[in-house]
């Protein structure tokens, strides 16, 4: 066989070839990103989404979008540009979350032995259907910048309300109240985590009352605009092309 | 000599080969928690744990036990360390064998940072409930803002029984009792599971058709819009309206399931009461100290006045947690751990009871194999070479009282 003569021999073996490099891609793009996200996620999110005692109403409502809308935006933009495929936020998604429940369960229970309902991720599917979808129907990254943006960082605390909430109920203990969730910060050890270094409830919004949250999820939203727009710049450049010319 | 060559590498490999595998087996607990590595300045001069009791040395699943006893805050604190004044008193297990179901210091619970003073001596308990069978070493510890965690001594404690058997009741204050190990695990997993689910069925609504190739050539080929057809637009609404639809759903049944909840409790507990202990009626001044390395020694030169009405004698010299005891003097009865306890490790030049308004320099040797197994002789090669412990002195009624020294350590070789 030459190089100029095809691979294949009839349209039904190309499709059939096609079909295999689509599984493969996909199956190499599932874990690249998951191993990527995973790491970069763990090093800028880290306790915020490790422990329950974390997640409060102020500070892991806003890191958490803002640090984990990166590589949604980027995979989106290699997929939609390429490829017109809009689903580059929700693997991006489903690779972290697959990675944070094996290291959850593994590592946290299975090794340590923290409580899984301590150490449970964040949800991000909803915002991650948003966002693919509304780029999909506006086909603008610009669009899809400011009102996924904006939905990714709206819909990240009322997504995790289902888990988080009841451990935010009340309890009286040895004369001071506490949530559930703190009680299991202090009940399960963390010898290399002391109190002080939770970082919950700090900062200066007082004048909201208890309606934070609201106010912390629009400031995620408007910071996850512009991480959106700088991480699909990054997604656009590592997905390029250059042919260079031979020497 | 060429096959011979050969046969010397292959057999090396060989062996490199079984080293490694060997080396792969032999894989020990890691049950300590580097208390030894801890510079040997900052287990000296920071935190003085004493009077400390392990109340038990074997607990069932679920049963308690209590570690107390008191700690000094040294006047002397090094410069090197941020002050105790946002602490955090830790205990040091290997992950949550034990939970830590109450913490006391001064009397007032502490789930939360405190402020310490320097020169202050405070009381402290820890009740720990057993969970995970093992041997385990079970240090107290204060976390210290800016300073690092400062492990105290260590026991070792037993746990029998099964985890299974561990529960952890809690009463809410809106009456219900829940088991806090398991608790809203199936609540987790059900809404988890539930939107992974979603994930995947749309990747699945766009996987089922050619990817990669077919869409590529398309928008190489201009005609990218056409891969996009007037179905997708309304199956990709429909998964955005089903998911907001969903959050709203998922909201809205917690919130009219728990409608009492509170945001995390967090702060600093500022007030601490400390012990108000009787001011030491014996003065102690360091003329000299020095630490002979070949002898695992410390030789201090003392000046000791004794201004109470009641004789007395120097029966304990403690530093980072290390007891060198004069068992003409003291004893120790408390089960304190064997590695860390020097039961005649004091040596005093002259220990007859130095009566009231005399003073007496003396000669104070403190030898141990301690120093080197908890490498304190590494304070030698510490940016501030200075040592610093308790001194305990007893009385003729056998009352007992401390106090502090803090002086320059010369090291001598020979």
Redesign the interface.
């Known amino acids: 066989m030459s190089a100029s003569q095809s691979a294949v021999r009839s349209r039904a073996e190309a499709?059939k070839v096609?079909?295999m490099?689509?599984w493969f891609?996909?199956w190499a793009v599932f874990w690249v990103v998951l191993g990527g996200y995973h790491i970069h996620y763990m090093l800028t999110g880290g306790d915020w989404d490790f422990w329950s005692?974390w997640?409060?109403?102020r500070l892991w409502v806003t890191v958490a979008p803002i640090v984990a809308i990166t590589f949604p935006a980027a995979v989106q933009a290699c997929l939609w540009?390429?490829?017109?495929?809009?689903?580059g936020a929700?693997?991006a998604?489903?690779g972290l979350?697959l990675g944070e429940?094996v290291n959850r369960y593994l590592n946290f229970w299975g090794w340590?032995?923290?409580?899984?309902?301590f150490v449970?991720?964040s949800?991000l599917?909803?915002s991650?259907?948003?966002l693919?979808?509304?780029l999909?129907?506006t086909?603008s990254m610009t669009a899809t910048a400011v009102l996924g943006g904006m939905a990714w960082g709206l819909?990240f605390y009322?997504?995790n309300?289902?888990?988080i909430?009841?451990?935010?109920?009340?309890?009286?203990?040895?004369?001071?109240?506490?949530?559930?969730?703190?009680?299991?910060g202090?009940?399960?050890?963390?010898?290399?985590t002391?109190?002080?270094?939770?970082m919950?409830?700090?900062g200066t919004l007082r004048t909201f009352g208890?309606d934070?949250a609201p106010v912390s999820a629009f400031f995620s939203a408007f910071v996850s605009i512009i991480i959106y727009f700088l991480w699909h710049f990054f997604g656009r450049w590592f997905s390029s092309t250059e042919f260079v010319k031979a020497a | 000599m060429k096959i011979l060559k050969d046969k010397v590498v292959k057999l090396s490999f060989v062996a490199l080969l079984i080293t490694i595998t060997a080396a792969m087996f032999y894989t020990p607990t890691a049950s300590a928690h580097g208390e030894k590595s801890q510079a040997a300045f900052m287990r000296m001069r920071t935190i003085h744990w004493f009077d400390l009791n392990w109340s038990k040395e074997m607990v069932p699943v679920n049963d308690t036990m209590t570690i107390s006893g008191k700690f000094f805050v040294f006047s002397g604190w090094p410069e090197t360390v941020d002050k105790p004044e946002v602490s955090f008193l830790n205990i040091g297990i290997p992950g949550p064998v034990f939970i830590r179901a109450g913490s006391w210091v001064g009397g007032q619970l502490v789930p939360r940072s405190i402020s310490l003073e320097l020169g202050e001596t405070y009381d402290f308990k820890v009740l720990l409930k057993a969970r995970r069978p093992g041997d385990w070493h079970v240090h107290t510890m204060l976390n210290v803002q800016g300073g690092g965690p400062i492990i105290g001594p260590g026991k070792w404690v037993t746990i029998t029984g099964s985890m299974s058997d561990f529960v952890n009741n809690i009463t809410t204050l809106t009456g219900e009792t829940i088991n806090l190990e398991t608790y809203n695990l199936e609540n987790t997993y059900f809404w988890h599971g539930l939107w992974y689910a979603i994930g995947l069925s749309w990747m699945f609504y766009w996987i089922r058709r050619p990817l990669f190739i077919p869409r590529s050539i398309a928008v190489e080929a201009g005609k990218a819009d056409t891969l996009i057809t007037a179905t997708d637009k309304k199956v990709a609404m429909g998964f955005l309206a089903g998911s907001l639809v969903l959050v709203l759903v998922s909201y809205s049944m917690t919130e009219e399931q728990y409608p009492v909840t509170v945001p995390l409790q967090a702060g600093l507990l500022r007030g601490i009461k400390s012990l108000d202990l009787p001011a030491p009626t014996v003065s102690v001044k360091v003329e000299d100290a020095t630490y002979r390395v070949p002898g695992r020694a410390m030789q201090m030169t003392l000046t000791v006045t004794n201004n109470g009405d009641s004789a007395i004698r120097l029966g304990e010299f403690q530093t980072a947690g290390v007891r060198f005891m004069d068992s003409n003097v003291a004893v120790d009865d408390t089960g304190y751990p064997d590695d860390l306890l020097a039961e005649d490790g004091l040596t005093v030049s002259d220990n007859s009871p130095l009566a009231p308004g005399q003073s007496r320099t003396i000669n104070v040797t403190a030898s141990d194999a301690a120093w080197e197994v908890y490498r304190l002789a590494d304070l030698i090669y510490d940016p501030d070479s200075r040592f610093a412990g308790l001194l305990f002195f007893w009385d003729e009624s056998g009352n007992r009282q401390m106090t502090t020294i803090d002086a320059p350590l010369i090291p001598t070789f020979i």
């Open positions: 499709v096609s079909r490099f689509d891609i996909l005692d997640k409060d109403r540009y390429r490829y017109r495929l809009p689903f929700v693997v998604v489903l979350l429940w340590t032995y923290f409580p899984v309902n449970f991720p949800q599917l909803p991650a259907i948003a693919d979808v509304i999909m129907l086909g819909l009322p997504s309300w289902a888990v909430g009841p451990l935010h109920v009340p309890v009286e203990y040895n004369g001071m109240v506490m949530t559930l969730a703190d009680l299991q202090y009940h399960y050890v963390r010898t290399g002391p109190e002080y270094i939770r919950v409830e700090k208890k934070v």
